[in-house]
Protein backbone atom coordinates (compact mmCIF):
# COMPACT_ATOMS: atom_id res chain seq x y z
CA UNK A 1 0.00 0.00 0.00
CA UNK A 2 1.39 3.45 -0.78
CA UNK A 3 1.75 6.12 2.04
CA UNK A 4 1.23 9.66 1.73
CA UNK A 5 4.92 11.82 2.45
CA UNK A 6 5.17 15.39 3.09
CA UNK A 7 5.68 16.04 -0.09
CA UNK A 8 2.73 14.36 -1.67
CA UNK A 9 0.16 15.78 0.90
CA UNK A 10 -2.45 18.30 -1.11
CA UNK A 11 -2.32 21.93 -0.30
CA UNK A 12 -5.93 23.13 1.25
CA UNK A 13 -5.33 26.60 -0.14
CA UNK A 14 -8.46 28.77 -1.96
CA UNK A 15 -7.73 29.24 -5.49
CA UNK A 16 -6.70 32.93 -5.95
CA UNK A 17 -9.54 34.44 -8.09
CA UNK A 18 -8.54 35.96 -11.82
CA UNK A 19 -11.57 37.33 -12.29
CA UNK A 20 -14.34 39.90 -10.51
CA UNK A 21 -17.66 41.01 -11.48
CA UNK A 22 -18.05 44.27 -8.65
CA UNK A 23 -21.37 45.97 -8.90
CA UNK A 24 -22.59 49.21 -8.44
CA UNK A 25 -23.17 48.52 -4.79
CA UNK A 26 -19.93 46.99 -3.81
CA UNK A 27 -20.78 43.46 -3.77
CA UNK A 28 -17.76 41.81 -5.13
CA UNK A 29 -18.13 38.88 -7.37
CA UNK A 30 -15.08 36.04 -7.67
CA UNK A 31 -14.50 33.87 -10.59
CA UNK A 32 -11.86 32.20 -12.71
CA UNK A 33 -11.10 34.59 -15.47
CA UNK A 34 -11.19 33.88 -19.28
CA UNK A 35 -11.47 35.76 -23.11
CA UNK A 36 -9.93 39.67 -23.19
CA UNK A 37 -7.53 40.66 -20.19
CA UNK A 38 -8.82 44.07 -18.82
CA UNK A 39 -12.09 45.26 -17.48
CA UNK A 40 -15.28 46.34 -18.71
CA UNK A 41 -18.48 48.30 -17.22
CA UNK A 42 -21.78 47.77 -18.71
CA UNK A 43 -24.83 47.16 -17.52
CA UNK A 44 -25.25 43.43 -16.19
CA UNK A 45 -28.45 41.00 -17.62
CA UNK A 46 -29.53 37.10 -17.36
CA UNK A 47 -30.02 35.23 -20.91
CA UNK A 48 -32.14 32.14 -20.16
CA UNK A 49 -31.39 30.93 -23.83
CA UNK A 50 -29.69 27.20 -23.78
CA UNK A 51 -27.91 27.71 -27.28
CA UNK A 52 -26.43 30.09 -29.71
CA UNK A 53 -24.11 31.80 -27.55
CA UNK A 54 -22.15 33.20 -30.17
CA UNK A 55 -24.86 34.40 -31.40
CA UNK A 56 -25.63 36.39 -28.58
CA UNK A 57 -22.48 37.74 -27.87
CA UNK A 58 -22.23 39.08 -31.43
CA UNK A 59 -25.57 40.61 -31.21
CA UNK A 60 -25.40 44.39 -31.19
CA UNK A 61 -28.24 44.80 -29.42
CA UNK A 62 -26.13 44.04 -26.42
CA UNK A 63 -23.76 46.45 -26.45
CA UNK A 64 -23.19 48.47 -23.18
CA UNK A 65 -24.40 45.12 -21.54
CA UNK A 66 -22.78 42.07 -19.63
CA UNK A 67 -24.17 38.53 -20.20
CA UNK A 68 -24.91 36.21 -17.17
CA UNK A 69 -25.66 32.72 -18.85
CA UNK A 70 -28.15 30.68 -16.79
CA UNK A 71 -27.45 27.86 -18.76
CA UNK A 72 -24.68 26.09 -16.87
CA UNK A 73 -22.24 25.13 -19.70
CA UNK A 74 -21.34 27.39 -22.27
CA UNK A 75 -18.76 26.93 -24.70
CA UNK A 76 -18.82 23.19 -25.66
CA UNK A 77 -19.59 23.33 -29.39
CA UNK A 78 -17.06 25.99 -29.77
CA UNK A 79 -17.22 29.28 -32.06
CA UNK A 80 -17.15 29.72 -36.33
CA UNK A 81 -17.15 32.54 -38.42
CA UNK A 82 -20.97 31.34 -39.58
CA UNK A 83 -22.38 32.13 -36.29
CA UNK A 84 -22.12 35.76 -35.97
CA UNK A 85 -24.48 38.34 -35.95
CA UNK A 86 -22.96 41.95 -36.04
CA UNK A 87 -22.14 43.07 -39.79
CA UNK A 88 -18.46 44.22 -39.03
CA UNK A 89 -16.53 41.72 -37.00
CA UNK A 90 -13.74 43.77 -36.56
CA UNK A 91 -15.65 46.63 -34.84
CA UNK A 92 -17.09 43.81 -32.42
CA UNK A 93 -20.48 45.22 -31.79
CA UNK A 94 -21.72 43.46 -29.28
CA UNK A 95 -21.84 41.96 -25.47
CA UNK A 96 -18.69 43.68 -23.05
CA UNK A 97 -18.25 40.97 -21.00
CA UNK A 98 -19.63 37.42 -20.39
CA UNK A 99 -20.60 35.49 -17.10
CA UNK A 100 -20.84 31.40 -16.86
CA UNK A 101 -21.16 29.41 -14.19
CA UNK A 102 -18.99 25.92 -15.83
CA UNK A 103 -15.34 26.26 -16.75
CA UNK A 104 -15.33 26.02 -20.66
CA UNK A 105 -14.26 22.94 -22.49
CA UNK A 106 -12.54 22.05 -25.19
CA UNK A 107 -15.61 22.43 -28.21
CA UNK A 108 -16.98 19.16 -29.54
CA UNK A 109 -18.37 20.17 -32.72
CA UNK A 110 -17.33 19.66 -36.78
CA UNK A 111 -18.38 23.17 -37.41
CA UNK A 112 -16.23 24.52 -34.53
CA UNK A 113 -13.35 26.81 -35.85
CA UNK A 114 -11.65 27.74 -32.31
CA UNK A 115 -12.68 27.52 -28.60
CA UNK A 116 -14.61 29.65 -26.99
CA UNK A 117 -11.88 31.40 -24.84
CA UNK A 118 -9.49 31.86 -28.10
CA UNK A 119 -12.79 33.58 -29.76
CA UNK A 120 -13.45 35.83 -26.25
CA UNK A 121 -10.04 36.91 -26.57
CA UNK A 122 -9.86 37.84 -30.02
CA UNK A 123 -13.49 39.80 -29.72
CA UNK A 124 -12.43 41.79 -26.53
CA UNK A 125 -14.90 40.18 -24.52
CA UNK A 126 -13.76 39.83 -20.68
CA UNK A 127 -15.42 36.82 -19.26
CA UNK A 128 -15.42 34.80 -16.11
CA UNK A 129 -16.61 31.45 -14.99
CA UNK A 130 -17.02 29.33 -11.91
CA UNK A 131 -19.79 31.54 -9.66
CA UNK A 132 -23.04 30.60 -9.01
CA UNK A 133 -25.17 32.43 -12.06
CA UNK A 134 -28.34 31.55 -10.37
CA UNK A 135 -27.76 33.54 -7.51
CA UNK A 136 -26.58 36.24 -9.76
CA UNK A 137 -30.09 36.04 -11.35
CA UNK A 138 -31.97 35.99 -8.79
CA UNK A 139 -30.44 39.30 -7.24
CA UNK A 140 -30.76 40.81 -10.83
CA UNK A 141 -34.86 39.09 -10.39
CA UNK A 142 -35.12 40.92 -7.15
CA UNK A 143 -33.17 44.44 -7.64
CA UNK A 144 -33.16 45.12 -11.43
CA UNK A 145 -30.42 44.99 -13.89
CA UNK A 146 -27.30 46.16 -11.50
CA UNK A 147 -24.48 48.42 -13.67
CA UNK A 148 -20.93 46.62 -13.14
CA UNK A 149 -17.38 46.40 -13.67
CA UNK A 150 -15.67 42.99 -15.23
CA UNK A 151 -12.03 42.63 -14.60
CA UNK A 152 -9.98 39.59 -15.65
CA UNK A 153 -6.47 39.71 -14.41
CA UNK A 154 -4.25 36.58 -15.30
CA UNK A 155 -2.44 37.23 -11.80
CA UNK A 156 -5.20 37.56 -9.71
CA UNK A 157 -4.27 41.07 -8.52
CA UNK A 158 -6.29 44.08 -8.69
CA UNK A 159 -7.81 47.52 -7.52
CA UNK A 160 -11.14 46.69 -5.85
CA UNK A 161 -11.87 50.16 -4.68
CA UNK A 162 -11.33 51.30 -7.97
CA UNK A 163 -13.25 49.09 -9.68
CA UNK A 164 -16.16 49.62 -6.90
CA UNK A 165 -15.82 53.42 -8.01
CA UNK A 166 -16.01 52.72 -11.70
CA UNK A 167 -19.06 50.34 -11.21
CA UNK A 168 -20.75 52.95 -8.87
CA UNK A 169 -20.19 55.72 -11.18
CA UNK A 170 -21.24 54.86 -14.31
CA UNK A 171 -24.26 56.59 -15.58
CA UNK A 172 -25.67 53.20 -17.05
CA UNK A 173 -27.81 53.22 -20.79
CA UNK A 174 -30.71 55.41 -20.10
CA UNK A 175 -30.09 58.69 -21.82
CA UNK A 176 -27.12 56.73 -23.77
CA UNK A 177 -27.14 56.78 -27.75
CA UNK A 178 -25.63 53.24 -28.46
CA UNK A 179 -27.05 52.69 -32.29
CA UNK A 180 -24.20 55.46 -33.17
CA UNK A 181 -21.50 52.97 -31.68
CA UNK A 182 -22.83 49.84 -33.83
CA UNK A 183 -24.50 51.16 -36.95
CA UNK A 184 -22.67 51.00 -40.43
CA UNK A 185 -20.50 53.59 -41.77
CA UNK A 186 -21.73 53.83 -45.06
CA UNK A 187 -24.67 51.94 -47.19
CA UNK A 188 -24.09 48.53 -48.64
CA UNK A 189 -26.30 46.10 -50.27
CA UNK A 190 -26.69 42.91 -48.57
CA UNK A 191 -27.17 39.59 -50.83
CA UNK A 192 -26.48 36.61 -48.34
CA UNK A 193 -29.01 34.54 -48.10
CA UNK A 194 -30.06 31.95 -45.32
CA UNK A 195 -27.92 28.97 -44.07
CA UNK A 196 -28.96 25.64 -45.27
CA UNK A 197 -27.24 22.77 -43.51
CA UNK A 198 -24.86 21.11 -45.31
CA UNK A 199 -24.64 23.83 -48.06
CA UNK A 200 -23.78 26.83 -45.84
CA UNK A 201 -25.60 30.17 -47.31
CA UNK A 202 -26.94 31.48 -50.41
CA UNK A 203 -26.66 34.44 -52.80
CA UNK A 204 -29.37 36.79 -53.52
CA UNK A 205 -28.94 36.91 -57.57
CA UNK A 206 -32.21 37.70 -58.48
CA UNK A 207 -34.32 40.60 -56.40
CA UNK A 208 -38.52 40.62 -57.16
CA UNK A 209 -38.31 44.45 -54.52
CA UNK A 210 -36.09 46.57 -52.95
CA UNK A 211 -35.92 46.84 -48.70
CA UNK A 212 -34.06 49.85 -47.48
CA UNK A 213 -32.85 48.78 -43.71
CA UNK A 214 -32.02 51.31 -41.24
CA UNK A 215 -29.42 49.72 -39.08
CA UNK A 216 -29.51 50.78 -35.57
CA UNK A 217 -27.62 47.48 -34.95
CA UNK A 218 -28.90 45.22 -37.06
CA UNK A 219 -28.53 41.29 -37.31
CA UNK A 220 -26.84 39.24 -39.79
CA UNK A 221 -29.88 36.97 -40.30
CA UNK A 222 -32.67 39.42 -40.43
CA UNK A 223 -31.04 40.34 -43.75
CA UNK A 224 -30.23 36.97 -44.75
CA UNK A 225 -34.51 36.39 -44.10
CA UNK A 226 -35.09 39.86 -46.29
CA UNK A 227 -33.16 38.53 -48.98
CA UNK A 228 -34.41 34.79 -48.69
CA UNK A 229 -37.94 36.19 -49.61
CA UNK A 230 -36.42 37.72 -52.77
CA UNK A 231 -35.50 41.32 -51.40
CA UNK A 232 -32.40 43.57 -52.77
CA UNK A 233 -31.52 44.83 -49.24
CA UNK A 234 -29.62 48.26 -48.83
CA UNK A 235 -28.28 48.81 -45.66
CA UNK A 236 -28.10 52.38 -44.22
CA UNK A 237 -26.50 53.99 -41.17
CA UNK A 238 -28.65 55.02 -38.11
CA UNK A 239 -28.53 58.97 -39.05
CA UNK A 240 -29.72 58.43 -42.71
CA UNK A 241 -32.41 60.63 -43.97
CA UNK A 242 -35.81 60.38 -45.16
CA UNK A 243 -34.86 61.98 -48.24
CA UNK A 244 -31.73 59.92 -49.32
CA UNK A 245 -34.02 56.91 -48.14
CA UNK A 246 -37.00 57.70 -50.35
CA UNK A 247 -34.23 58.82 -53.73
CA UNK A 248 -33.50 55.55 -53.11
CA UNK A 249 -36.91 54.21 -54.28
CA UNK A 250 -37.60 51.24 -51.89
CA UNK A 251 -40.70 48.79 -52.17
CA UNK A 252 -40.41 48.45 -48.11
CA UNK A 253 -38.75 49.94 -45.02
CA UNK A 254 -36.97 48.55 -42.33
CA UNK A 255 -36.14 49.63 -38.91
CA UNK A 256 -33.78 47.43 -37.42
CA UNK A 257 -32.79 46.07 -34.14
CA UNK A 258 -30.34 47.62 -31.86
CA UNK A 259 -29.30 48.65 -28.15
CA UNK A 260 -29.61 51.59 -25.56
CA UNK A 261 -32.22 53.97 -24.91
CA UNK A 262 -34.50 54.40 -28.14
CA UNK A 263 -35.53 57.87 -26.62
CA UNK A 264 -31.98 58.53 -27.04
CA UNK A 265 -31.47 57.19 -30.59
CA UNK A 266 -34.94 58.77 -31.33
CA UNK A 267 -33.24 62.40 -31.24
CA UNK A 268 -32.42 61.93 -34.80
CA UNK A 269 -34.26 58.60 -35.36
CA UNK A 270 -37.59 59.73 -34.86
CA UNK A 271 -37.99 62.70 -37.11
CA UNK A 272 -36.79 60.65 -40.02
CA UNK A 273 -39.13 57.86 -38.93
CA UNK A 274 -42.24 60.20 -39.25
CA UNK A 275 -40.80 61.95 -42.96
CA UNK A 276 -41.10 57.92 -43.88
CA UNK A 277 -44.61 57.61 -42.60
CA UNK A 278 -45.99 60.58 -44.88
CA UNK A 279 -45.74 58.06 -47.40
CA UNK A 280 -47.41 54.69 -48.44
CA UNK A 281 -44.35 52.26 -48.06
CA UNK A 282 -44.70 49.37 -46.18
CA UNK A 283 -42.70 49.76 -42.85
CA UNK A 284 -41.39 47.05 -40.64
CA UNK A 285 -39.45 47.20 -36.95
CA UNK A 286 -37.73 45.16 -35.02
CA UNK A 287 -36.66 45.62 -31.19
CA UNK A 288 -35.21 49.32 -30.80
CA UNK A 289 -37.05 49.33 -34.36
CA UNK A 290 -39.99 48.95 -33.11
CA UNK A 291 -39.97 51.08 -29.98
CA UNK A 292 -38.75 54.00 -32.15
CA UNK A 293 -41.73 53.63 -34.70
CA UNK A 294 -43.93 53.41 -31.67
CA UNK A 295 -42.30 56.92 -30.41
CA UNK A 296 -42.78 58.31 -33.40
CA UNK A 297 -46.65 57.63 -33.47
CA UNK A 298 -46.49 59.03 -29.94
CA UNK A 299 -46.04 56.49 -27.48
CA UNK A 300 -43.67 56.64 -25.15
CA UNK A 301 -40.70 53.54 -24.00
CA UNK A 302 -39.65 52.93 -20.24
CA UNK A 303 -36.50 50.67 -18.65
CA UNK A 304 -37.35 47.39 -17.65
CA UNK A 305 -36.70 46.06 -14.14
CA UNK A 306 -34.46 43.16 -15.27
CA UNK A 307 -36.02 43.44 -19.07
CA UNK A 308 -35.95 40.05 -21.41
CA UNK A 309 -33.19 38.33 -22.49
CA UNK A 310 -33.71 34.05 -24.15
CA UNK A 311 -35.17 32.40 -26.51
CA UNK A 312 -38.22 30.98 -24.94
CA UNK A 313 -40.45 33.70 -23.98
CA UNK A 314 -44.23 32.90 -25.20
CA UNK A 315 -45.98 35.68 -26.93
CA UNK A 316 -49.59 35.88 -27.98
CA UNK A 317 -50.20 37.41 -32.01
CA UNK A 318 -53.46 38.45 -31.42
CA UNK A 319 -54.14 38.78 -35.25
CA UNK A 320 -54.39 35.05 -35.04
CA UNK A 321 -54.92 34.15 -32.03
CA UNK A 322 -51.82 31.58 -31.73
CA UNK A 323 -49.26 31.62 -29.41
CA UNK A 324 -45.74 31.51 -30.22
CA UNK A 325 -42.14 30.70 -28.60
CA UNK A 326 -39.67 33.63 -29.31
CA UNK A 327 -36.31 35.22 -29.34
CA UNK A 328 -36.23 38.13 -26.85
CA UNK A 329 -33.33 40.81 -26.10
CA UNK A 330 -34.53 44.90 -24.52
CA UNK A 331 -34.25 46.36 -21.40
CA UNK A 332 -36.78 48.83 -22.36
CA UNK A 333 -40.50 48.64 -24.28
CA UNK A 334 -43.11 50.76 -24.81
CA UNK A 335 -45.68 51.51 -22.84
CA UNK A 336 -48.98 50.17 -24.29
CA UNK A 337 -51.12 52.54 -22.23
CA UNK A 338 -49.31 55.45 -24.17
CA UNK A 339 -50.33 54.43 -27.47
CA UNK A 340 -52.70 56.71 -29.23
CA UNK A 341 -55.87 55.97 -31.08
CA UNK A 342 -55.38 54.31 -34.22
CA UNK A 343 -51.97 52.21 -32.76
CA UNK A 344 -53.36 49.00 -32.27
CA UNK A 345 -51.57 46.43 -29.98
CA UNK A 346 -50.76 42.89 -32.01
CA UNK A 347 -48.62 41.16 -29.66
CA UNK A 348 -48.27 40.86 -25.96
CA UNK A 349 -45.57 38.94 -23.74
CA UNK A 350 -47.43 36.22 -21.95
CA UNK A 351 -44.48 36.46 -19.24
CA UNK A 352 -45.48 40.05 -17.70
CA UNK A 353 -47.83 41.67 -20.18
CA UNK A 354 -45.64 43.92 -21.54
CA UNK A 355 -45.92 45.46 -25.01
CA UNK A 356 -44.67 42.80 -27.74
CA UNK A 357 -46.24 44.43 -31.44
CA UNK A 358 -47.92 47.62 -32.74
CA UNK A 359 -49.63 48.12 -36.51
CA UNK A 360 -50.79 51.95 -37.54
CA UNK A 361 -54.58 51.18 -38.37
CA UNK A 362 -55.26 51.16 -41.81
CA UNK A 363 -51.51 51.77 -43.01
CA UNK A 364 -48.90 48.91 -43.96
CA UNK A 365 -47.43 49.65 -40.50
CA UNK A 366 -46.12 47.25 -38.29
CA UNK A 367 -43.36 46.09 -35.72
CA UNK A 368 -42.41 43.74 -32.78
CA UNK A 369 -40.40 43.98 -29.77
CA UNK A 370 -39.07 40.40 -30.09
CA UNK A 371 -36.61 38.99 -32.63
CA UNK A 372 -38.79 36.86 -35.61
CA UNK A 373 -35.41 36.26 -37.12
CA UNK A 374 -33.78 34.27 -34.39
CA UNK A 375 -30.89 32.50 -35.25
CA UNK A 376 -30.02 29.93 -34.15
CA UNK A 377 -34.09 29.70 -33.07
CA UNK A 378 -36.35 29.36 -32.43
CA UNK A 379 -38.24 30.33 -35.77
CA UNK A 380 -42.05 30.34 -34.99
CA UNK A 381 -42.35 33.90 -35.91
CA UNK A 382 -40.69 33.78 -39.23
CA UNK A 383 -44.16 34.49 -40.68
CA UNK A 384 -43.72 37.72 -39.76
CA UNK A 385 -41.25 38.41 -42.51
CA UNK A 386 -43.38 37.28 -44.82
CA UNK A 387 -46.25 39.54 -43.53
CA UNK A 388 -43.71 42.59 -44.80
CA UNK A 389 -43.75 41.45 -47.73
CA UNK A 390 -46.95 40.47 -48.63
CA UNK A 391 -47.67 44.51 -47.64
CA UNK A 392 -44.88 45.18 -50.60
CA UNK A 393 -46.58 42.62 -52.70
CA UNK A 394 -50.24 43.93 -52.41
CA UNK A 395 -49.19 47.25 -53.23
CA UNK A 396 -48.19 46.10 -56.34
CA UNK A 397 -50.93 44.20 -56.92
CA UNK A 398 -49.33 40.39 -56.72
CA UNK A 399 -50.85 37.20 -54.95
CA UNK A 400 -49.96 37.09 -51.49
CA UNK A 401 -47.39 34.51 -49.80
CA UNK A 402 -48.35 31.88 -47.67
CA UNK A 403 -47.66 33.17 -44.12
CA UNK A 404 -46.05 30.09 -43.10
CA UNK A 405 -44.62 28.28 -45.60
Known amino acids: MATMTA ?35 AEVCFNTALTGYQEILTDPSYA ?14 GTNDEDIEDLNPVAR ?6 VFKADVTNPSSYRAASGLDQWLKKRGIVALSGIDTRALTALIREKGMPNAVIAHAP ?4 DIDELKRRAAAWSGLIGLDLAKDVTSGQSSVWRETPWVWDEGFGEQIDPSM ?28 ANTGAEEILAMRPDGIFLSNGPGDPEATGNYAVPVIRDLLKTDIPVFGICLGHQMLALALGGKTAKMHQGHHGANHPVKDHTTG ?25 HVSLFDGSNCGITLTGRPVFSVQHHPEASPGPQDSHYLFRRFVNLIREKRGEPALAERA
Open 322 to 346: KVEIVSMNHGFAVDAGSLPTGVEET
Open 7 to 41: ASTPRWATEKPTALLVLADGTVIEGRGLGATGSAV
Open 93 to 98: AGAVGA
Open 64 to 77: GQIVTFTFPHIGNI
Open 155 to 158: DGIF
Open 210 to 237: HVVAIDYGVKRNILRLLAGLGAKVTVVP
